[in-house]
């Protein structure tokens, strides 16, 4: 069983936008921490952006500084569902997005310590590619 499945990459224009979505085998669950992390060709793995699933809806997030004010993730009300709503899309944007969950607890899903070493659980990846 596949424990992480994304979606919804693709290619646009430089200021356009995309959403990805992250879909978790374990949708009952609340209670970890879920992320997009992006890696660009001959560049390590990057945070994007963090939520953490809790039952309410509302998770707290994370965002780097590089997609701060122009990325946004989200929870959806099923759990286990989670989405990063990218506008203003720039060229340096473009890379491999993969979602990743492990079970942090909110103080260090939203806080800017967690590096792709901290996450066990990864999908597969979906290329986000942005011309200029």
């Known amino acids: 069983q596949v424990p992480l499945v994304e979606s919804g990459g693709g290619s646009v224009q430089a200021g356009g936008s995309l959403r990805l979505s992250c879909a978790a085998s374990?949708?009952?669950?609340?209670?970890?921490?879920m992320g997009w992390f992006r890696q660009a060709p001959g560049k390590e793995r990057e945070a994007g952006a963090r939520?953490?699933?809790?039952?309410?809806?509302?998770?707290?997030?994370y965002y780097s500084d590089s997609v701060k004010a122009r990325f946004t993730i989200s929870q959806d009300n099923t759990k286990g569902t989670v989405h990063l709503q990218m506008n203003s899309l720039k060229p340096e944007d473009t890379a491999m997005y993969y979602c990743?969950?492990?079970?942090?607890?909110?103080?260090?899903?939203?806080?800017?310590?967690?590096?792709?070493?901290?996450?066990?659980?990864w999908g597969q990846g979906t290329q986000v590619t942005v011309s200029s």
């Open positions: 939520i953490y699933i809790d039952d309410i809806g509302i998770g707290s997030t």
């Open positions: 374990r949708a009952s669950d609340s209670g970890y921490c």
């Open positions: 990743a969950a492990d079970h942090w607890d909110a103080r260090y899903c939203s806080g800017g310590s967690l590096t792709a070493r901290d996450f066990d659980t």
